[in-house]
DNA sequence: TCGATATTTCATGATTTATGGATATGAATC
DNA sequence: GATTCATATCCATAAATCATGAAATATCGA
């Protein structure tokens, strides 16, 4: 993870709709949610979420897989540890009895 | 931390200047630096640093104490802390076993 | 009180971003 | 191959955000 791709993750986060699907994915797990249920749960327009999952994929946060005529998003895991990873990185001058067990328990394999 | 916190949050991240700070500010740990060497270490405008700061700071995740003419910031641990455990909140469909660990992790007292 | 220093506040113009309608693509079904 | 469903893309417009310069505020020392 480096700057511009914590920039861009942090951004996508910081829109209302878009943190709401993600906290969505991130609660539906492993089983994820086709996009047209994003939509519909959300009560947003299908072009302007496809637009919001586009630019959260674009990120690294979420992630999709073709089931036919649907897409089917989930909630990337490993792109949301970077990003915490990122965020405390070096904390407290890079101390590492302090927050290095922040980081590792960072290993979530939901 | 309810969502609109989070989106401030979020946002005050999602700026280049203002991450950079933010990351400063938790490299620094409790010595914290003040406004003047923050803009100065990041080769930022006084106002725009001092713009940035502020946004940082009503967003919860750096905070200030006044030390003559200087006002000298820090990383907010709470503040951190708080947005990490809302991104991951009912992680999993709030399985425990899975992901309670992480949350429990961001206790980290820097 | 006066001047110097550190920082914030305000107003503005420029850029970026979100949204909605229309349309296009891709996959399944008939 | 035509139709339909799910989703993505294009485009125009409205809204939000950003950096900047100028002015204001707060603190310190003489």
Redesign the pocket.
């Known amino acids: 993870m480096d700057m511009n791709q914590a920039l861009d993750a942090l951004?996508?986060l910081?829109?209302?709709?878009?943190l709401e699907v993600f906290r969505l994915l991130v609660k539906a797990g492993t089983d994820g949610m086709?996009?047209?249920?994003i939509?519909e749960a959300l009560n947003?327009?299908?072009?302007?979420?496809?637009?919001?999952?586009?630019?959260l994929?674009r990120a690294g946060l979420i992630r999709?897989e073709?089931?036919?005529?649907?897409?089917?998003y989930f909630a990337d895991m490993d792109g949301i540890r970077g990003l915490l990873a990122f965020l405390m990185e070096d904390c407290c001058g890079g101390n590492p009895t302090l927050c290095q067990p922040v980081l590792d328990a960072l290993a979530c394999e939901c």
């Open positions: 951004a996508a910081g829109q209302k709709t878009r086709h996009a047209g249920e939509a947003v327009r299908q072009n302007t979420m496809s637009a919001n999952l586009a630019v994929a999709n073709r089931e036919g005529r649907n897409l089917r």
